[in-house]
């Protein structure tokens, strides 16, 4: 055991120096602390061990060292000592080596497995280990943040090894499912109009944090928050995922593409009683974790066994510390929390009115021009959709994913939730006084049925899961149109087309932040399987022949696309609120005759009518949600022309959709919208 010399508190985690690196790692409940340098990562004895002094080696709660001779790409990890008391919180196992929580960089040996990290006994062999890493040691070449408005902006959630893992996607097998791999694919995005990409979870996580004979494909149980998950790069080095995720975010900048993080401060893998000890646990699981019954048990608000303490002063400084590395060493433009409704709770588990971690997030000034997103909700029943707290936080907005799809399966009374959704749903947010991008509106995401799934299926499939179909949502609001699951049946293959076009119009029409699932724009399935976090497989990957198959659907959305980035954005950077644009709008509300929408709990067609001043045009849009055709009138003939039908989604393509500027005109003064359908139409105004 080599003694240790002193080192600095400040910064935690592992810091290159001239000579050497310092380390610091804070644990208020230790009583011992040793590092330990390894040389390769399933080695099974550390090369070379310091031991912290106490009393040298401990200011405050910071335990701190400098050591000469280390250099970028050394890796390390812990042990820590102090009393084994589940009773009172404390589960120290000197036996276990353990994560840096502030390590930039993580190697996972070959014979990673959770199993020896719950098993009494020593664990180096198979334990993940930090990497030193020097964030200054890499060329940017001028790249920064791209800071897009929220009001140019539509959202791509993708899974970064779903994406290019299939090999149908054309990249080299060397780089498929890859950061690398995702980079290759960059045309393709820009082609479709994509101006920001949500990455499914990319801070290391634990790859079998599921049931046996599975694997935790989707990322949701994090073990490292400053590390770039290590097996979604090409490169086998460990600096090799740090530069490579950098070099994907360059490349998605030089193209225009934002990326956002979706990011899981809410649990860790460690999980609950019966779960292995990988870091927190192990360093100073108090502090770390809601606990519950004297802390012998965890608080479990999120579904997955424990719950972050993120209002602890010590996990909010992690917090805040590993988005502000990502912005500015690592270049990220935004964040997506997930079950964010769980960075309101204090350590017992409360609601609090004024969160101290979500408004150290929000006024960070290294964090000010970030997109910060919101899952307003968490597992155990706070929802916050239109009531999550600050001024700067969007929120994906369920009610209108909720009520989107009740309105084209024609549900009682969804006609009015609906109208209201799609003009930045007034009801849930006007009482802020915030811009209409506050709501993210989205049909489907990762959780949940595919868009193909959800005019496919009427039940939920999950048997693949292994939990006998009891795991993932029940309430789909999905239909079939007819048929479960796959058919030759032309018509309902139609219908299901038709219904997909209908979503996706709404979704990029609606006032708000835009986003779909990756593969929804090709009507990607997975079989029915609406909780498919388990299966690292085709069922998941992105099958590249549907681009050519389904060339209706991805044509549909380009055009789309293509208009609603000319859109104004006048009304965010002046910062006008919600309320107020639309008293600009001059909106009008109709039903099948003109000025008489018809609200009721049977109605099931609507269509809203405005002039857009700033762009000269008047719409009129469209909705039937009715399974017979029906005749709308519309408003007479002015003298910006006649009315243009941009979009008739019951016409076949590419009638469909049309050029914004080759759009034909509409003669008379009634439009017949087919069963199930919606109609764009606009003019020049006067």
Known sequence: MTPAAVGYPSPLGATVLDGGANFSLYSRTATGVELLLFDRADDAKPARAVALDPVANRTYHYWHTFVPGVKPGQLYGYRVHGPADPARGLRFDADKVLLDPYARGVVVPDGYSPEPARRPGDNAATAMKGVVVDPAGYDWEG???????????????????GFTRHPSSGVKESVRGTYAGLAEKIPYLKDLGV???????????????????????????????????????????????????????KALHRAGIEVILDVVFNHTAEGNHDGPTLCYRGIDNPTYYILERGGERYADYTGCGNTLNANHPVVRRLIVDSLRYWVTEMHVDGFRFDLASILSRDESGRPLPNPPVLWDIESDPALAGTKLIAEAWDAAGLYQVGSFVGDAWKEWNGRFRDDARDFFRAAP????????????????????????????????????????????????????????NRDGADDNRSWNCGVEGPT???????????????????????????????????????????????????????????????????????????????????????????????????????????????????SHAFALGAELRRERV?????????????????????????????????????????????APAVSGNAYRAGPRSVVMLYRDAD
């Not at 790249?143 to 090894?161: C, G, K, N, Q, W």
């Not at 009482?431 to 299926?457: I, M, P, W």
């Not at 039903?591 to 049977?602: H, K």
């Not at 039908?645 to 076949?652: E, H, K, S």
């Open 618 to 662: 008047d719409f009129h849009l469209i909705l039937n949600g009715y399974w017979e055709p029906l005749e709308f009138e519309l408003p007479p003939a002015a003298a910006g022309g006649p009315w243009r039908r941009w979009i008739d989604t019951f016409l076949p393509t590419p009638q469909d959709i049309v050029e914004w500027r080759a």
């Open 488 to 602: 030759d049946d032309p018509a309902v293959e139609e219908l299901r087309n038709r219904q997909v076009k209908n979503f996706l119009t709404v979704t990029m029409m609606s006032l708000g932040v835009p986003m779909i699932v990756m593969g929804d724009e090709v009507r990607r399935t997975q079989g029915g399987n609406n909780n498919a976090y388990c299966h690292d497989d085709a069922a998941n990957w992105f099958d590249w022949s549907l681009v050519e198959r389904h060339a209706d659907v991805h044509r549909f959305v380009k055009l789309l696309l293509a208009r609603r980035l000319l859109r104004d954005v006048a009304h965010e950077e002046q910062r006008v609120s919600l309320s107020e644009m639309l008293e600009r709008a001059n909106e009008a509300w109709h039903g099948v005759r003109l000025n008489r929408p018809d609200w009721g709990e049977s």
């Open 195 to 249: 101006t920001a990409v949500e990455l499914l979870p990319v801070h290391a996580f634990d790859p079998h944090a599921c049931p046996p004979g599975l694997v935790n494909y989707w990322g949701y149980q994090p073990v490292a928050y400053f590390a770039p998950h290590p097996l979604y790069s090409s490169r086998r080095d460990p600096l090799g995922p740090v530069d490579e995720f950098r070099d994907m975010v």
């Open 143 to 161: 790249d920064a943040p791209l800071r897009r408005p929220s009001a140019r902006t539509f959202i791509y959630e993708m899974h970064v090894r």
């Open 413 to 468: 009374g969804s006609a009015r939730r609906f109208a209201d959704r799609l003009v930045g749903s007034p009801e849930v947010y006007g009482h802020k006084r915030r811009e209409a991008e506050q709501s993210v509106n989205f049909v489907t995401c990762h959780d949940g049925f595919s868009l193909d799934d959800l005019v496919s299926y009427d039940r939920k499939h999950n048997e693949a899961n292994g939990e006998d």
